[in-house]
């Protein structure tokens, strides 16, 4: 049974930071891409940043240069390091793995929310 966990949401002022932690069971971690997304209340599902099983690593627009991707394939598990936060990264955070159309799975998410 493929698990996704997310851990490292919360409550933060403007300008602080986080760790997203998403640790893996069930898959080959090492052959999945994997990633975040976030979703706000009343918009869309949105890309946050991606690594591949290679570990290039791929970035929404709005968070380059503040939130950076790792991955411990050791560990089977991705980090977020989320600086400088901002009130518009509040939203919903969702890890992501991803090998086909039928090998993609998605964790539970965990709340991020910003004050300004």
């Known amino acids: 049974q493929v698990q996704l966990v997310e851990s490292g949401g919360g409550l933060v002022q403007a300008g602080s930071s986080l760790r997203l932690s998403c640790a893996a069971s069930?898959?080959?971690?090492?052959?999945?891409?994997m990633g975040w997304y976030r979703q706000a209340p009343g918009k869309q599902r949105e890309l946050v940043a991606a690594i591949s099983s290679g570990g290039t690593t791929n970035y929404g627009d709005s968070v380059k240069g503040r939130f950076t991707l790792s991955r411990d394939n050791a560990k089977n598990t991705i980090y977020l390091q989320m600086n400088s936060l901002k009130p518009e990264d509040t939203a919903v955070y969702y890890c992501?793995?991803?090998?086909?159309?039928?090998?993609?799975?998605w964790g539970q998410g965990t709340q991020v929310t910003v004050s300004s």
């Open positions: 992501n793995a991803h090998l086909s159309f039928l090998s993609d799975y």
């Open positions: 069930g898959i080959t971690f090492s052959k999945y891409a």
